[in-house]
């Protein structure tokens, strides 16, 4: 498939996408790998799957950027406690606490968010820490706008004098 068709839109094969490592803050029980389908977003939705290993897994968190939604491919996803199979789908608001996830045999989940990565920094928020909650969004699955200031996020109060200096 062609990946050039149309700077407005983006056609890939999964199975033409390397599985990379992929860093997860907090997570544990393995290495984990992530397809990256799409992360222009600008052609769509950011758009990966994500591989946990068998025996994994990823701190309770939420994502300040927009809602993420995943669909499961492959194996077992235990999320908060529930355990999930093939043709299971998730979904979360921004600022939504969600998980912990984790997995007893692995599994391979198609995530979908509106922004995942911006120079380097990545839209992941933990809301636990060594297995006590940590400071999160007041419960309810809160708005982006209601949560703390994301400092990956530009500062409209300095854009002008930015501008103007630069």
């Known amino acids: 498939m062609d990946e050039t068709m149309d700077p407005a839109g983006l056609m890939v094969d999964a199975?033409?996408?390397?599985a990379v490592p992929f860093e997860i803050p907090g997570a544990t029980g393995g290495s984990f790998l992530i397809q990256i389908l799409n992360q222009d977003v600008a052609r769509g939705v950011v758009t990966t799957i994500v591989h946990l290993p068998a025996g994994s897994?990823?701190?309770?968190?939420f994502h300040r950027g927009g809602p993420e939604m995943h669909y499961i491919l492959e194996g077992d996803l235990i999320e908060a406690g529930e355990a999930l199979g093939p043709g299971a789908f998730l979904t979360h608001a921004a600022g939504t606490v969600h998980g912990p996830h984790e997995s007893r045999g692995g599994a391979k989940v198609l995530?979908?968010?509106?922004?995942?990565?911006?120079d380097?920094?990545?839209?992941?928020?933990?809301?636990?820490?060594?297995?006590?909650?940590?400071?999160?969004?007041?419960?309810?699955?809160?708005?982006?706008?209601?949560?703390?200031?994301?400092?990956?996020?530009p500062n409209p109060d300095t854009r002008d004098a930015e501008q103007a200096t630069g």
């Open 111 to 118: 995530t979908v968010q509106q922004w995942q990565s911006h």
């Open 57 to 61: 897994r990823i701190p309770a968190h």
């Open 15 to 18: 199975k033409d996408i390397e």
């Open 120 to 153: 380097g920094q990545f839209d992941f928020h933990a809301a636990e820490e060594q297995g006590r909650p940590a400071a999160a969004p007041p419960p309810g699955g809160t708005a982006a706008a209601a949560l703390p200031p994301d400092p990956t996020a």
